[in-house]
Nanobody
Framework: QVLLVESGGGLVQPGGSLRLSCVAS????????MAWFRQASGKEREFVAG????????VYQTSLKSRLSISRDNAQNAIYLEMNSLKPEDTATYYC?????????????????WGQGTQVTVSS
């Protein structure tokens, strides 16, 4: 069974930064897109950012693009999400997702594998 394990969440003050990590238990995803989603309490899960297997293409939620950077290290079977200028409305559980078909997708149901999530809370 393939596992995705996120880390790096926590409590941060408004304006602060965080770096989330997601490590896969298998190199099976190194040629496929992976993505970050988030889900705030009482809201639907939404796409945050995605990256293709070769890390040559990144897609961001338009409203978040200026504050995010997604990257990956296939040697470590990992993807990362750098978040800057964090706001209280960024508070959510952040999930790593993987799929075994080409093409970065923004719909959650396009992804077959999910991590358990890491909580990000932005508050003073």
């Amino acid at each position: 069974q393939v596992l995705l394990v996120e880390s790096g969440g926590g409590l941060v003050q408004p304006g602060g930064s965080l770096r989330l990590s997601c490590v896969a238990s298998s190199p099976a995803f190194t040629r496929y897109p992976m993505a970050w989603f988030r889900q705030a309490s009482g809201k639907e899960r939404e796409f945050v950012a995605g990256i293709n297997g070769s890390a040559t293409s990144q897609v961001y939620q338009t409203s978040l693009k200026s504050r995010l950077s997604i990257s990956r290290d296939n040697a470590q079977n990992a993807i990362y999400l750098e978040m800057n200028s964090l706001k209280p409305e960024d508070t959510a559980t952040y999930y790593c997702a993987a799929k075994t078909s080409l093409g970065i997708e923004i719909r959650p149901d396009e992804y077959e594998y999910w991590g358990q999530g890491t909580q990000v809370t932005v508050s003073s």
